[in-house]
């Protein structure tokens, strides 16, 4: 159920189904459907689709795309959407992430826990990525991988 819930977010993010649709298309109620995929997942149904499109958003920017070519072939509707959650998302403005972090100071540490190494680099305006690995090297890399002006 929370597979086939997932596959119907991801469709059409921008006007991803309510909870109350979501649920009656599944064939369950709203309270179970949240309740079993917050378990599951680890988030709502609501953030879970607007995770996932952020990261479509991120994919078409790494790709090459223009900044709003990008923010529609991830499926937000207007750009209001796109910036409303990019300080929370992206910790920084859609054109800074699309210029690789250019000018933003990009701070990160990378500490151990119970998963592994766990890297998390923010700039001033908020957190720009949170990543697991086995690796601190590895972790590293895939950050300025991401963060091409990251000295």
């Keep these: 159920m929370v ?3 997932c596959r119907l977010l991801e469709q ?5 189904p309510g909870l109350e649709e979501l649920a009656k298309t599944l064939g369950s109620s709203p ?3 949240q309740r ?3 378990k599951i997942m680890g ?4 953030q879970y689709a607007e995770a996932w499109r952020m990261d479509q958003f991120k994919k078409r920017i790494k790709e090459g795309a223009d900044v709003t070519t990008a923010m529609y072939d991830a499926g937000y509707g207007s750009s209001s959407r796109l910036y409303e959650k990019s300080t929370a998302q992206l910790g920084m403005t859609p054109g800074a992430y699309g210029r690789g972090g250019a000018s ?3 701070n990160y540490a990378i500490v151990n826990c119970a998963l592994g190494k766990l890297l998390v680099a923010g700039t001033e305006r908020g957190l720009c990525s949170v990543t697991l690995g086995d690796d601190e090297t590895v972790l590293e890399e895939k950050l300025r991988s991401e963060f091409q ?3």
């Design 3 to 5: 597979e086939r819930a």
């Design 104 to 106: 933003m100071a990009i």
């Design 43 to 46: 988030v709502s149904p609501r």
């Design 36 to 38: 079993t995929f917050k």
């Design 12 to 16: 059409d993010s921008d006007s991803a």
């Design 149 to 151: 002006e990251l000295s």
């Design 31 to 33: 309270y179970h459907l």
